[in-house]
């Protein structure tokens, strides 16, 4: 399921969701309901979970067949996703900040759609758990991931003391400062690794294959496992287009990596510490030469 995260990933060719995430179930409810944070915590955790140095990347989808006429829907019978990264903070809402060596994050979270991760992530920088925790990974253009103690990719744990499920959603996506979850070999692997989206500006041959999807909104992109149809308006709506064309993201890591927060304020920070110098040693690649580091995560009430 994982891929390697590359050097100049603004040219990479976009999506294998539909064949791949799509065919195992899509991950998700279509009306975007979610778990409750006590579902699942005694599931048995994956046996290699965050044990390697694990990357984000999508990989290319399959030319589709021009002779195949695409399956439609109405897409009356479907009602519009609520899009919480579009909406605007409400006052009095908690939000984070993240106090790196290069500067502030300010995040905002989405407990109705990733309850477990909100809560993992709340309780984890509550306690110190982050306090001069490295961004031990950065791509240019791509993501900065961060999270794990040792430095290394390869630990760091849940406030569970082991790995739990994706909560993946069609109604949040990867645009540029979204906070997802890091997974190990397989959809029940996140610990405390999470990545913050940094690609802010999309390859024209992205540009140019997501601006497509308007045109596809009611083709059928895949189906859930009892048979419903997912049309494409209810992976890619217009709404989350246009903001992929306006300010950038990684949409190939959709239906893989649950996003669980956005940055709203701090994008000079995101850009700095995804610009940083990087090892091009294969056992340190990718990481800064020179340490960044999560100071301390503090919390407080949005005020307008």
């Not at 477990?116 to 991931?145: C, M, P, W």
């Not at 990867?174 to 397989?186: H, K, P, Q, R, W």
Request: aromatic share 8%; proline share 6%; with cysteine.
């Amino acid at each position: 399921m994982l891929g390697n995260i590359r050097n100049g990933s603004k040219n990479n060719t976009l999506f294998k969701i539909f064949c791949g995430c799509l065919s195992a179930a899509l991950l998700f409810s279509v009306s975007c309901s979610s778990a409750s944070p006590s579902e699942n915590l005694s599931e048995s955790p994956a046996e290699s979970a965050v044990t390697e140095d694990v990357s984000i990347t999508p990989e290319a989808s399959p030319t589709p067949d021009p002779n195949v006429t695409p399956e439609t829907v109405d897409l009356s019978q479907y009602s519009d996703l609520p899009l919480p990264q579009l909406d605007p903070i409400a006052d009095g809402e908690e939000i984070a900040l993240l106090h790196t060596s290069l500067g502030v994050i300010k995040v905002r979270f989405f407990p109705d759609y990733a309850p477990k991760a909100v809560q993992n992530f709340k309780t984890l920088a509550k306690s110190g758990y982050y306090n001069g925790v490295t961004f031990h990974r950065v791509i240019e253009d791509s993501v900065i991931q961060t999270g794990d103690p040792t430095g290394t990719g390869a630990g760091g744990q849940s406030i569970w003391g082991q790995p739990f499920a994706s909560e993946t959603s069609p109604c949040l996506h990867n645009i540029y400062g979204a906070l997802s979850m890091v997974l190990g070999e397989d959809a029940s692997s996140q610990g405390s690794q999470f990545f913050i989206v940094s690609n802010n500006q999309l390859s024209d041959e992205t540009k140019t294959e997501i601006e497509s999807y308007k045109d596809k909104q009611n083709q059928v992109a895949g189906e859930m496992a009892d048979g419903t149809k997912v049309p494409m308006a209810q992976l890619f709506p217009e709404k989350i287009i246009d903001k992929y064309l306006e300010v950038g993201g990684v949409p190939g890591l959709d239906f893989m990596y649950a996003v669980f927060a956005q940055v709203f304020d701090g994008f000079d920070t995101v850009d700095k510490i995804s610009s940083a110098e990087t090892s091009q040693e294969e056992e340190t690649m990718n990481k800064p030469l020179t340490d960044i580091v999560i100071e301390e995560i503090t919390f407080e009430s949005y005020s307008a």
